[in-house]
């Protein structure tokens, strides 16, 4: 079984990344997310076009993969039954 997921664009209010760190949790974020997903994968196939995942408390001190996984986490959630 093989799955695809294209997420266009995340928005995390609040927190200011440089150039540099946005590409870092972005690489940060496909590696979580698709360990996620060989974990548990979907039930189903799922096409949204916008989604709105819960609240990720993020700072500063958050290391970018475990800010990685909380966002690919929260982003997972909105898409399981």
């Excluded at 799922?46 to 609240?55: D, F, K, N, R, T």
Aim: proline fraction near 5%.
């Amino acid at each position: 079984m093989s799955a695809r997921l294209h997420i266009e664009h995340v928005v995390l209010h609040g927190v200011a990344l440089g150039a540099g760190q946005r590409q870092q949790f972005h690489a940060a974020l496909e590696v979580q997310l698709g360990a996620l997903l060989v974990q548990r994968p979907l039930s189903r196939p799922v096409a949204q076009e916008h989604l709105v995942a819960a609240p990720v408390a993020l700072d500063r001190a958050t290391a970018t993969d475990d800010g990685a996984r909380a966002v690919a986490t929260s982003l997972l959630g909105c898409l399981r039954p």
